[in-house]
């Protein structure tokens, strides 16, 4: 699948997203490497901090339904540049994503970036650090 064919499908997410706060849409599609693609939008709350991006409804939902090898997302709003992803969502990404895992970042123009998230969260704290016996 290509990055124009992923962000079509986080383009058709995002109509979906639930955002009676910020008005702003934002969608998202998540590629497994089984080929499968998990689609997310994101969802707010009346309360604001329980809102989710639509980077982590898609990681969520493919999550729970077994998927947890991906190789690609694209994620699009209606920016004048390309939507760049929360700091929440990047930490998130770091514990699924291997660093060399193409990220696409979009908006409703049609502009695409492709990036990383080794680009996106240099020096990410992963399971990695958490393993370093004897020193806590
Ligand atoms: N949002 C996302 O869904 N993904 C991003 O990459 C940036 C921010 C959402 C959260 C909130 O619903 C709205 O955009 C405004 O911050």
Same mark, same amino acid.
């Given at each position: 699948m290509t990055g124009k064919e992923l962000m079509e499908i986080a383009i058709k997410a995002r109509e979906r997203a639930y955002v009676p706060y910020s008005n702003y849409k934002v969608g998202a599609a998540l590629l497994d490497r089984e080929g499968r693609v998990f689609s997310g939008c994101n969802i707010e709350n009346a309360?604001? %901090?329980?809102t989710n991006c639509a980077e982590r409804t898609a990681i969520f939902k493919a999550v729970s339904e %077994?998927?947890?090898?991906?190789s690609a997302i694209a994620v699009v709003a209606d920016s004048s540049e390309a939507v760049t992803p929360c700091g929440v969502c990047r930490q998130v990404m770091a514990e699924f994503f291997d660093p060399d895992t193409i990220i696409y970042l979009g908006n409703l123009d049609g502009k695409i970036v492709e990036t990383t998230l080794e680009k996106l969260l240099p020096h990410a704290f992963t399971s990695k650090d958490l393993t370093m016996e004897g020193r806590h």
């Open positions: 309360a604001y %901090g329980p %077994g998927s947890t090898q991906f």
